[in-house]
């Protein structure tokens, strides 16, 4: 009776342990998770590095051209206001002759100088909507640029988010890849000592490759979006990611 007892209670002690130490694997997994999730979305540094992205990516060629075109559809606009000057004509017409009568016979033109001042009827009716269409055009041109800055600030967002998110799971994946390495070094070893057949050795360094093939397409894939990114800001990454410190400024020194 005593002996079953004791089979039984150590039966449930190791049960316990086992159940003790599952728990605490899953606990540790989802404080990995939580901590990955916080270091992805919710990173504070994150607060400086954005806002700085954001800036630089607005100092684009793509994004300054804009001005250009804004610049030119506002004189366009003073041009238009001004160009009725262009359709009017004056003219000035001097007769040369004397009024003292010689010939009493000679007739005498009158006046002897005048103006003539030329308006076309069609300028009075459409150049008030040529004015409207390059007003028109303008604030077209202020939307464009708008709607631009904020697409290539959620474009520039979102392949940061991008980046980091494959960072992560190349971390992961690394600490995988570090496990199958480590299976597949075993299986090596136990393929030589003829532990194992020549089916589950190929397999096992079939997934040992797949794994090793998975990392350096991820690492291909976030070097290509680092290179996106930069080509938004003009800078390399690493500059906004990890910027110098800023240098100490000394007091000169003073002389005696």
Avoid: C, H
């Amino acid at each position: 009776m005593n002996r079953k007892l004791t089979s039984f209670y150590v039966t449930l002690i190791a049960i316990l342990f086992s159940s003790v130490t599952a728990f605490s694997q899953i606990d540790s997994t989802t404080n990995d998770i939580i901590s990955l999730n916080n270091r992805i979305f919710n990173d504070p540094a994150d607060t400086l590095i954005e806002p700085k992205l954001v800036a630089l990516a607005l100092t684009s060629p793509r994004y300054k051209s804009t001005f250009s075109q804004l610049k030119i559809n506002e004189l366009d606009l003073k041009r238009t206001k001004s160009s009725w000057l262009n359709f009017f004509t004056i003219s000035m017409s001097y007769n040369v002759q004397s009024f003292t009568k010689t010939d009493p016979a000679a007739p005498i033109v009158y006046p002897q100088s005048y103006f003539t001042l030329g308006i076309p009827l069609g300028i009075i009716f459409s150049q008030g909507k040529q004015v409207k269409i390059s007003k028109e055009a303008v604030i077209l041109g202020k939307n464009n640029q708008e709607d631009l800055a904020r697409s290539i600030s959620s474009e520039i967002l979102a392949k940061y988010k991008q980046y980091k998110v494959l960072g992560a799971l190349m971390e992961i994946q690394s600490e995988m890849g570090n496990d199958v390495s480590v299976v597949a070094a075993q299986a090596e070893a136990n393929f030589k000592k003829g532990a194992i057949t020549v089916e589950t050795y190929l397999n096992t360094m079939r997934t040992a490759n797949e794994e090793l093939s998975r990392n350096v397409n991820m690492k291909l894939q976030q070097e290509l979006l680092k290179l996106q990114i930069e080509e938004i800001i003009g800078v390399p990454l690493e500059s906004v990611l990890n910027p110098p410190p800023p240098t100490a400024i000394t007091a000169p020194k003073t002389t005696k």
